[in-house]
């Protein structure tokens, strides 16, 4: 929710209560690809988070609280409704961890699914979809959902890619933006194929990396102002 004029801040008041806090899973990895750091779940942290919130306060008026990390089997999960996930082609959920994360999105949760790769991570990440929701298809998301058109509208798909990608973009496998929806047509779970969303957030002070991927795609003219200072 975005706070309104009568909730801002004047001085001698206390500062509001944060209404959004970038939440990021926490997961053991597939025996076969432990070995980085102390998890796959790391991938572009803190920066990616630590820039994201930055910019988040700076465009729009949510109140935005520090980043935090959870496990699906903490109780302080149902605290936080946006979750993010990345290198889910490398995540080994258990059976608890898909019970609490299947009724933490049907009680009005969001995760995005980000930094997977290629056929092999795609069905490991889809084999974890269909213990999640056997009864619920993975389908494109269409340019007139919602979700696209809340702060700013996008109106075109950009893929981005990872700091490790630029310099062979044209090698890169098709994106795509997917989503698995509950029965009134509300998005539970965007996920982000052969796209490395986390990267362009964690990469915006690197000068090499694309300012018109940033952050994200789709921001006509406030792109330039995505950008760190």
């Known amino acids: 929710a975005l706070a309104s004029d009568s909730a801002a801040q004047h001085p001698g008041q206390s500062p509001a209560a944060p209404e959004f806090h970038f939440a990021r899973m926490v997961y053991a990895d597939l025996p076969q690809n432990a070995g980085f750091r102390r998890g796959w779940w790391q991938q572009?942290?803190?920066e990616a988070e630590t820039h994201f919130v930055q910019n988040l306060r700076r465009l729009t008026r949510v109140q935005a609280?520090?980043?935090?990390?959870?496990?699906?089997t903490d109780p302080e999960l149902f605290d936080y409704p946006w979750l993010y996930a990345t290198q889910v082609g490398y995540w080994d959920l258990g059976d608890e961890e898909i019970v609490q994360l299947r009724e933490y999105l049907l009680r009005g949760g969001f995760l995005m699914a980000d930094d997977f790769w290629g056929e092999g991570e795609r069905q490991v990440f889809e084999a974890t979809m269909a213990r999640l929701f056997p009864?619920?298809?993975i389908v494109d998301i269409p340019v007139d959902d919602a979700v696209l058109h809340a702060v700013f509208s996008i109106d075109e798909f950009t893929q981005i890619p990872g700091l490790r990608h630029l310099g062979r973009l044209e090698q890169l496998p098709e994106p795509?933006?997917?989503?698995?929806?509950?029965d009134q047509g509300r998005l539970l779970i965007a996920m982000n194929h052969n796209q490395d969303v986390g990267d362009s957030w964690e990469e915006a002070d690197t000068p090499e990396y694309p300012v018109t991927v940033q952050l994200g795609p789709g921001n006509g003219d406030v792109e330039p102002l995505l950008k760190k200072h």
């Open 44 to 46: 572009d942290w803190p």
């Open 65 to 72: 609280g520090e980043s935090v990390t959870v496990r699906l």
């Open 135 to 137: 009864d619920r298809p």
């Open 176 to 182: 795509h933006w997917r989503g698995i929806y509950d």
